[in-house]
């Protein structure tokens, strides 16, 4: 597919703007996918801004896509013509290391291709190009099946903000009657929020914003406290099985791992920009682990959306066009975003 309809941006320092690409003719393994809705992601801006470095020009971000299938290979046994499907935030692995065997596909031993700024799984000279644009292509591997049951807008953002919250909340077992917390009500704190309490969860929303107490009741926090205090952060010493950690500023992590129980635990999603102190007794005195986790595998993020589609879980979501997308960037930036914008791709087809 030649001049395919894109954004981009060519620098660090410069804005996106219209751009076409080239996408491959779909494969025999492939399908073809016309994007309706691409979530924006904080990811997108860092990669966009080179802020995390290796940003390959020109840069066209998004992957949290939501689209129809319009073409198909000839070998492809899953997918049809107009049906819904999403991409995620990578579109191939080498499936032969021991974590693809284990459908930990996020964590290829020799590096996931990311849906962009990744040497392409084609043409390792070309990078990949991601959703801020009309069509992609992906392996039929790497596409999933998205219900028609939800708003397919608000479920775009499932495809990154979703799943990358959902793993570590199956992954250490929360289960009707636990405590969790959730630092920060953003992109990501506000699913973390609406999946926890949706598993039985008494969740605490662990804030420093004071207006966000609605909000987080509204999502399904049981309780609000403001981590400003220090009466508060004494009080709750010692009270969550789990903490979901989403802030990417930096902060204290110690004063954290304060509040957790016995073999509790809290999980690193964010990544601030500089290294954190960690005392060790804060781990050693109670059995406390300090861990991370990305986004799930394909397998896992299948399951996410199917479980979402059954309990009615999707984003909170602002829509803009195509041409707000430098604003919605600095909007983001600002924490003026209730809780993640989506691009309406249908507005792309105007652009020259």
Not at 140 to 159: C, G, H, M, R
Request: proline share 4%.
């Amino acid at each position: 597919m030649k001049d395919v309809k894109a954004y981009a941006t060519q620098a660090a320092d410069q804005d996106l703007k219209p751009f076409k690409i080239d996408r491959s003719e779909p494969g025999p393994g492939d399908v073809e996918i016309e994007i309706l809705f691409c979530g924006v992601c904080h990811s997108d801006i860092h990669t966009a801004r080179n802020e995390w470095g290796g940003t390959k020009y020109p840069c066209v971000p998004g992957h949290e896509i939501v689209g129809k299938v319009t073409r198909t290979g000839k070998d492809i046994k899953n997918f049809k013509e107009g049906d819904t499907v999403g991409v995620g935030c990578f579109v191939d692995s080498c499936g032969h290391c021991e974590n693809c065997e284990e459908d930990l596909e996020q964590y290829c031993l020799e590096g996931p291709t990311a849906t962009y700024n990744s040497p392409s799984p084609l043409d390792r000279e070309v990078h990949t190009y991601g959703g801020y644009s009309s069509h992609i292509v992906v392996k039929e591997e790497f596409v999933l099946k998205i219900s028609d049951k939800l708003p397919l807008n608000a479920v775009a953002p499932l495809l990154c903000a979703g799943i990358t919250t959902y793993s570590p909340l199956r992954r250490w077992n929360v289960k009707k009657g636990d405590k969790v917390g959730v630092v920060g009500l953003g992109g990501l704190g506000h699913m973390a929020v609406k999946l926890a309490s949706s598993m039985g969860a008494e969740v605490t929303m662990l804030s420093r914003s004071p207006g966000k107490e609605q909000d987080a009741n509204d999502l399904g926090a049981a309780h609000f406290e403001l981590t400003t205090s220090e009466e508060n952060m004494k009080k709750m010493a010692g009270r969550f099985n789990l903490i979901i950690n989403t802030v990417s500023a930096q902060h204290d992590y110690n004063q954290y791992l304060n509040l957790l129980k016995t073999d509790g635990v809290m999980v690193l999603l964010g990544i601030p920009p500089k290294p954190s102190e960690v005392q060790a007794a804060q781990l050693i005195m109670k059995r406390r682990s300090l861990v991370g986790s990305l986004v799930g595998g394909i397998k896992e993020t299948q399951e996410m959306l199917d479980y979402c589609a059954e309990h009615g879980i999707v984003s909170e979501v602002e829509m803009i066009n195509i041409d707000q997308i430098n604003e919605a960037y600095e909007r983001t930036l600002s924490a003026d975003v209730r809780y993640r914008f989506v691009i309406d791709m249908k507005s792309l087809k105007n652009q020259n």
